[in-house]
């Protein structure tokens, strides 16, 4: 498969959308007025798989989502951090997380951050004239009030600091986080902690501060909004409000999807609300809106919620395709772009953002530390070809890969990974309507007890068959003989390798291959083999020997945060008789 062939096109054009990005600068262009810049909004949406959209799979409906996207351009070969912390730091700091030093996502209790001495995007804008807000998850550091939000550029902010929790009562280790922050450098004399919000569905209070920024917005002031907004939808915990849920209560019979689309149903719903709001205000044309996943979709272990990345390989946590390649577009303000409804190939990635976005909206932009992103404004805008990057470094494997983390770059043909991609390194499924839990090993015959076999189409087909039967853990389908053999009580142990064979599990938690991962370097040619699915290291060791001494050469700069040991963290504190996330140094 390759890569101009992956998106599902027959768009729904009944819907008007918006969506506007933005970002810090480094522009040599002079700075205008700031009366007639264009506003910006700037999504992201947290653990979003590569075929979790309307525009992608025929499973999920996305019409608000899919107008924007039908209004702008598709980033088709657009890369991120393969989890979350990194990937919000790279799209703040234009820095790879080697240079700005948050190599993998931060835990509640730990004292570091993204480093003060990076500028962010919030501060290039408010420094061009822009009003800067905040929504949402910021999951880059809090262990200081320095570190949030409101002293990081913006002005206000409302949302959780840390990197996850329950969606209605707003707890994660114990403690609640939810906060207002309503000021520039708000801090603990001003920063309110949201008991008040406790039981609101967070996709909906997000969704509803954007829309009332937007509906207070004072166009006369001559002041140009950027809004970053950054949902919690649709990162674990597998959690909606049951009406959402119910849309698919009679098309994905897996529940855990069903749960899955029931949350991305809220968050169309919301983007929505927020086009609507921007429409009433005669903000719409005016509005350049950016739309970006964190990293890829969680397809094992515990964050695994119902994602897919179809026809990728992998998933968060590594550097497959899977893992690291973000759905992402962007819909411009009126006249901006000279084609619209269509793609873009340059190779890109989230470091991009702040040098694309600079330009965009022509601010002459400054940053403290050299940035590593370049512009890709010209090529987006003018629906060009020009390659403006030729390599990028995708970075660290984290978390699943057991201690053998691994280090991938590319360049416009090769993706080179020294040592491991780490995991998951397993294919998601094909099929449409099967639910999300149907993962794929290919060239393997999974073993355990026969419980029956039979005929089937397609491999989709057979997990189906396994999905709705009894006691069914693993199966295995022959491409060659169309046979669906179903197994329980699965031993990893005795698998055979066979080339005509592809097997796979109902859960994903429990994937039975993942202990058998390859501790290799790893070549793929993904400007042609977009699922990874033939490693080409023997075939071409030039290649791997010229993108070994590359890696080599970037990996001299490479910087990792650590704790700060002057501030090691002791307990929460309370407030009102609960117990609060909040800055402890």
Known sequence: LQEQQTSKMGY???????????????????AVDASSKPNIVFIVIDDLGYNDLGFMTDQINTPNINALRNNGTRLTRYYLQDVCS????????????????????????????MMLNDTTMADAMRANGYDTRAIGKWHMGFYKWDYTPTFRGFNSFLGFYSGGEDYFSHVNDGAFDMHRDNSSQCGANCSQVAFDLAGQYSTTVFTEEAVSIINKYDQSSGTPLFMYLAYQAVHAPAEAPQRYIDLYKDTIPDSRRRTFAGMIACLDEGIGNITEALAKKNMLD?????????????????????????????????T??????????????KGMFSVLNTEYSGLMHAVDWLPTLCDAVNLNCTTTNKIDGVSHWKGLAHNSSDVVRDTLVIGNSTDLCSGHCGFSVRNLTFKYTRNSGGAPFFWSSEAPTLGGSCNLVYNTTVSGTMLSSSYVSNVGRCCEVCYNTTHCSGYAFSGGSSLCQLYSDLDSATDTQDPTTISGTIDSKAFPWFSSATQQDMLFRVDEDLSEQHELSARYPDVVHDLSQWMDEQLETYFEAHNDPACPFKQWPEQSGEKVMLPWC
């Open 12 to 30: 729904d054009r009944r819907w008007m959308g918006l969506v506007f990005g933005i970002v810090a600068c480094l522009s040599t262009v002079q």
């Open 86 to 113: 990194p990937s919000r730091a790279s799209i703040q700091t234009g820095r790879y997380a080697m240079h700005h030093g948050v190599v993998d996502w931060i835990p509640p209790t730990s004292s570091y951050g």
């Open 286 to 318: 005016n509005t350049l809106i950016v739309f970006t996943a964190d990293n890829g979709g969680p397809i094992l272990g515990g964050d695994a919620i119902g994602s897919r990345n179809y026809p990728l390989r992998g998933g968060k946590h590594s």
């Open 320 to 333: 497959f395709e899977g893992g690291v390649r973000g759905t992402s577009f962007v819909r411009p303000a």
